[in-house]
Every structure is written in structure tokens, then in C-alpha cells.
């Protein structure tokens, strides 16, 4: 690609660094965290950073300058970013599962690799602001990607998340961080924390900083950081947005995930942007030689246009708004106590609010049915499928 569309902006070194930008002292108030460039190969978010805290400090002072609470914005895989690689040695995206964390703080840090060092100071600053923070914490990661697509958001499906996510007014894609294991994000979901992710379009394209900036302001509005009434520009950053996804369903969730086994050569066949309807059948892409095709009508996201990741793409799914207030009432009057009367669900025989499954018995829906009640899928023991109850649901 290339053209007028595309800017070459070169960041300098200097902007690079761990901390972006803190704003605020009142540890009172709502803690809002950003990261940006947890793939080096994104900078956008960097950039969409650096102009949010630059109008804060110019405002500082006056009655748009008045902020509840503290904001905090972190470089994510700051080695990456440099080299503009997506990764040094793994995606540093994949490693913070419970068990991946307790590995990495036993370990002996003159043996980590790039992305184990990052994770490790990344993991210090964390601590160090949800250690000072008395009010409310709320995460959002900055993302882009390598196929062209209008901004959305990810979360698990938490009422907290919700209010957050719904605040913005992109698309909402729902099971991602369960299709992916060790996202960041779950680390903060794990302790309860309010935390999405947002992609902002195209790693390159002018536009992207602008989404995210956009999300990013409208995200203070929402957290309480800010007030409506001292941000002005609250109507232009949502008009912008909505301009950007005319069309577009504004609640999906994953059906299908593509993953790309190390050694094995993907293709994905040019064209496809993230929200794309494909039929069942249509030719995706090509992995050694083979074409794979859609398994389901549905979107196609995130198709994989560049040569370092482990997701092909994806294939999203509509959900209607009545379902999710359907899902709150349940959660509401505690219907999970019902579970154990569907066919083949059993309580985990060790594991607290954890469920096994097993998928010879289990009728077709069982998964939705989880999902409903305000359950994530986790990794399957044998041939058992487990589900957890999300810290906040
Ligand atoms: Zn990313």
C-alpha cells in the first residue's frame, strides 16, 4: 500500500520511553491506565498518547484542566517499538497468564528474553500505581492492525467493562481474550479491574491516531476522570468515530479463530478488511498450500496482513443488544446456581465457581449459555471443556 493515505511519521527515539505521560495526583479519584505499543509494530497509539497528554498540560489551569483521579500511559513492548518489530523473541501480549507471571518473578531476570524484560518492568509500574490508587481502576490497550478497518473494542463480557466499552461508540467484539491465552488484559481482569482493549485501524494510516485519540478521550469522560462539560470537543471526537463504523453491527462475538502453528506458511487472500460479511464457504486464505474458508456466515476480523503473529483472523458473529440485557438480568438473579442441571455440567471438583463440560453429553448452546450467566472459557482439561466465573460479572 503506500500513497497519500499513508503518513511516514518518524516518532524520535525520545518518545519512546516506559512512561508516556502521568497526569492528575488525586489518588482518590478513578486510576485510568493506558498502553500503547504492546506490539512494537504499533505506534499509532503511541502518538494518540503523547497529543492527549500534551492538551491536558496546556489545559492545566484552567476549568478544562480540572481532573478527578490520575491517568497514567505506558510504552508496551518499548524494544519493539524501536525497531518497529511487532516482537524481539515472543508476542509480549501472550505471556501473563497466572501461571506465565509466577514463572517470570521466580525466574532470574539476567535470563529473560526481550520481551520477558519488558513484561517484568511493565509488571513494576503496574504495581507501583494500583499500589497508590484508592478509587476505581480502569485499563484500556491501545492497538492497530495490519488490515485496513474501521476502530472497535474488545472486552470480556463483564457489567463493568460494559459501561466503559458501550461508552464508545465503535463496535464491541466480545471473546477475543478467550480465544487468546495470556493477553495483558487479563491479568488487570483477573483482580477485578474495568479493562478493554481498542483497535484504532491501520497500523499506518492517518486516521488511526485520530480514532484512538478520540477513544481515549471520550474513555476519561466515561472513567470520571473528566467532566462532559470541560472536554468540548467531547461531540466532534464521537462524531468522528461514528462516521468511521456506518454499518457495522455493534455487538459481535467470536466464533472462530485461525491460529498459525510456528513453521507453518499463511496466506491470507488480499482484500479482506476487519468487518467484512462472508458467507460460509468463502476463501479466506491459504495455509501450506491449503485453502481455508469461512466456516460460518458471519464478519470477518482482524485478518493477518503482515508476516509476524499467530492469528490468521478471526470470525465474528452478530449479537443482538437484548441478548447482553438478558445476560445482566440472569447474572442479577444468580441463574448460575442452575447450571448443574444442564446435561453434562458438573462443578469442578477442586476449583471454585469453575464448571467442567463435557462435550459428548453437553447439548448444542451450552457455551452461549455460559457466556450468558457471565462465565469465560479457559484451556480444556482432557476432554473436558472448564469454564471460570469472571472476577466481576
Ligand atoms: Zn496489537
Known sequence: MGGAEESQRLIPLHGFQRVLGTFGEEDEGPLFLITAGI????RAGVEAVQRVFAALREAQGTPAGRFKGRCVAFAGNLKGLRAGVRFIDQDLNRLWTKKGIARLLAGDPSLDDAEEAEARELLGCFEKELGRARGKVLIMDLHTSSAD????????????????????????????EEAIDGAMLDWFYEQGHVAIAVEGGKHQARETVDNLEAMIW???VASGNLHERDLPRLGDFKRLLEREVRGIPHILEIRYREVIRPGEKFHMIPGFKTFDRIQKGTPLAEKDG????????????LPLYQGQGEDGFFIGRRVPRFWLLVASLLRRLHASRLLPLLPGVRPHPEKKDRFLVDPKIARWGTVQVFHLLGYRRRRPEGDQLVFSRRPQW
Open 39 to 42: 506490539h512494537g509494530n504499533e
Open 149 to 176: 478497518g474501521p476502530p472497535f473494542s474488545c472486552m470480556g463480557d463483564t457489567i463493568p467493562n460494559r459501561k466503559l466499552a458501550f461508552a464508545l461508540p465503535v463496535p464491541v467484539i466480545l471473546g477475543l
Open 218 to 220: 471520550i474513555a476519561l
Open 290 to 301: 491449503e485453502v481455508l474458508r469461512a466456516t460460518e456466515d458471519g464478519y470477518v476480523l
